[in-house]
């Protein structure tokens, strides 16, 4: 878990003062395993298994307004998962 935290401070243009442009990072679930492989003849290996975002959380920057909010930079981040194998020889 993080907190919001300010991406970039906001403009003070013409004496119009922007709020801050604030990222909510949220929660984010990520599981890294890896085992060390030594089978009998071959060479020293590692398994690796990541899965990344399991909670789906998107990535959010806005502004606050007292009436309103601006979304800035919001996008899906997606899910990912992979395998790996290694070899050391």
Do not use: C, W
Request: hydrophobic share 35%; glycine share 8%; no cysteine.
């Amino acid at each position: 878990y993080a907190s919001n935290r300010v991406t970039s401070r906001g403009s003070n243009t013409g004496g119009v003062i922007d709020p801050d442009i604030v990222e909510r990072p949220g929660f984010n679930l990520d599981v890294v395993a890896r085992e060390a492989l030594d089978i009998a003849g071959l060479p020293p290996m590692e398994l690796k298994v990541e899965a990344r975002n399991l909670l789906g959380t998107p990535h959010r920057e806005f502004q606050t307004y007292p009436n309103y909010v601006v979304l800035v930079n919001n996008y899906d981040i997606g899910r990912s998962v992979s395998l790996s194998l290694s070899l050391d020889f």
